[in-house]
């Protein structure tokens, strides 16, 4: 009985000793002081599920970005009529592109594709039950930071 209750006794320690670390980056985590951990376990999470877009892997095949990377949110307000979901069209400098693979369900989207110092246009359209694109929506311009 003796040894049974000092390796219990070891194991709480152990795990006393194990769960302090753990403990305090979890403090860490949730008080967002160190956003550069969040920013890297984001950019492990991104490269564990796309090792193609790492941005070592983007430098050696010539098209890693040297400026920072920058995301339009995009907003609009529902249609009166119903409608199976969103296209949304951004013009830019390769002209007119449909964004969306699918439709967009909501009313927001968010373009993570652009590019420094660009500026583009964005538009939207309804789609209805049969398939029909409304007419677009007012055109919205948005400037990209060079920087």
Do not use: C
Not at 57 to 75: D, E, I, K, T, Y
Not at 96 to 109: F, S
Request: aromatic fraction near 6%; charged fraction near 15%; proline fraction near 6%.
């Amino acid at each position: 009985m003796e040894a049974t209750s000092k390796s219990t006794k070891a194991l709480i320690i152990v795990f006393a000793i194990l769960a302090l670390p753990v403990a305090w980056i979890s403090f860490q985590l949730a008080t967002h002081r160190h956003t550069g951990i969040l920013r890297t376990l984001a950019e492990g999470k991104r490269l564990i599920s796309n090792p193609s877009t790492s941005p070592e892997v983007q430098q050696r095949q010539g098209n890693g970005s040297a400026g920072p990377r920058h995301n339009v949110n995009l907003s609009w307000n529902a249609s009166t009529s119903p409608v199976l979901g969103y296209n949304v069209y951004r013009r830019g400098p390769s002209g007119l592109v449909k964004l969306n693979v699918a439709l967009v369900a909501g009313t927001t989207y968010i373009d993570s594709t652009v590019q420094p110092g660009q500026t583009y246009y964005y538009t939207t359209k309804a789609v209805s039950a049969t398939g029909i694109e409304s007419s677009p929506s007012n055109e919205v311009r948005a400037q990209i930071p060079s920087q």
